[in-house]
């Protein structure tokens, strides 16, 4: 079975540009959630989607960051212009029911200079 | 504030040895504890869950849980270099199934 996969692995930019990541879940599972891990911290939740509804974005800093999932399965987040305290990794992970383990992708290493 | 506090920060064991992390959640809300483990450079992989009172074993690894105090441990017997990573705890709840993290434990296992 096929893990969670996130495109792309890297990303260097220059405060004030735009980035996309994309991530493709497990093939059936209907969660799929968003996190920021900053440097020596653990992951924190930006968003989470039941199939294609946006179930919490409470976390996600609205002015510059979006999420979305349109057809309840691959996912965007994106970051309309980033700054240097964006810098971390950005995980995805997917689950089944949403009760059920959480599998994480490779997630995207983001650096903002 | 953050509601899901891991000690110590950091861990050195021999190889051989006993390791023993804990995690306390300041949520009443939450009724589920996951240990997962991430290796330098590598994401996240689930190690245990428990939800029960009590005591769980798998293998070298042993997850206990106080519901009372909102407090879980992993311990980990005759730890190996392999061992040496992030371990992270996570509370949650399983009506919104919602993970809240920690910051984790970095275990060094020296041979």
């Known amino acids: 079975e096929a893990g969670v996969t996130q495109s792309p692995r890297y990303a260097v930019l220059q405060e004030g540009q735009a980035v996309s990541f994309w991530c493709d879940p497990i093939?059936?599972?209907?969660?799929l959630y968003w996190y920021q891990q900053p440097r020596d911290q653990g992951p924190q939740l930006l968003v989470y989607f039941r199939d294609e509804a946006v179930i919490d974005n409470s976390q996600l800093p609205s002015d510059r960051f979006s999420a979305v999932r349109p057809k309840g399965t691959n996912s965007t987040l994106k970051i309309q212009s980033a700054k240097q305290g964006d810098t971390a990794t950005y995980l995805c992970?997917?689950?089944?029911?949403?009760?059920?383990?959480?599998?994480f992708g490779p997630g995207t290493r983001l650096l903002v200079l | 504030q953050q509601k899901v506090q891991q000690s110590p920060e950091s861990l050195i064991v021999p190889e051989g040895g006993m390791a023993s992390l804990n995690c306390t959640s300041s949520d009443r809300n939450v009724d589920y504890f996951w240990w997962y483990r991430q290796h330098s450079g590598k994401s996240p992989k689930m190690l245990m869950?428990?939800?029960?009172?009590g005591e769980k074993e798998e293998g070298r690894f042993t997850v206990h849980l106080n519901k009372a105090s909102l407090h879980t441990s992993l311990h980990i017997r005759d730890s190996q270099p392999s061992d040496s990573a992030l371990y992270l705890c996570a509370a949650s709840n399983t009506n919104t199934g919602k993970l809240t993290f920690g910051d984790g434990t970095v275990l060094t296992v020296k041979p």
């Open positions: 093939s059936g599972h209907d969660t």
């Open positions: 869950s428990i939800f029960s009172n």
């Open positions: 992970a997917s689950s089944n029911r949403g009760r059920d383990t959480q599998y």
